[in-house]
């Protein structure tokens, strides 16, 4: 009976010295595979981030331009002064950000001369929501100078 399990013992022994390094390459190939969907995580929610950075960038800049139309018009027909209306350029800007779906401030300093449009948006994430990341705020700032020419 001992000599049977003992030759059973040197036959697993056996089995088992012959493979050898089995089972090694799959904990590579998975940690590979981790390390890999990890960077292309980043890269795809890092991106999408970046994007809709400059889209609140881009539309803070348009809802500036929008703005620093509403030139208040009885100051300068009468030549006193060109500055922004403040009320009308806050909804220009306010409408248009409204119009793109997303929120924003208005700033009007310089005694309106100057209109500063800031966009606050989020990004939804893709492959940072698997680790409870489900959103990235953003934020786009412009700011419009009215200018004038001298003489015209």
């Known amino acids: 009976m001992i000599h049977a399990v003992r030759n059973l013992l040197v036959r697993c022994r056996a089995q088992v010295a012959g493979r050898g390094d089995r089972g090694s390459m799959s904990l590579f190939l998975a940690l590979s595979a981790l390390a890999i969907l990890m960077v292309m ?8 981030a970046l994007n809709a950075s400059n889209r609140a960038t881009s539309l803070a800049q348009e809802a500036a331009r929008a703005a620093g139309e509403q030139v208040d018009a009885a100051q300068a027909i009468q030549g006193t002064a060109i500055t922004i209306d403040p009320d009308a350029a806050r909804g220009a800007a306010l409408d248009y950000l409204a119009a793109a779906g997303v929120q924003g401030d208005v700033q009007i ?3 309106g001369q100057t209109l500063t449009v800031t966009v606050h948006d989020t990004y939804a994430t893709h492959f940072a929501s698997l680790l409870g990341v489900g959103t990235i705020h953003v ?11 001298a003489g015209g």
């Open 139 to 149: 934020d786009g700032t412009a700011t419009a100078h009215l200018q004038t020419q």
């Open 109 to 111: 300093t310089d005694g």
């Open 41 to 48: 995580g980043l890269l795809v929610d890092g991106g999408g």
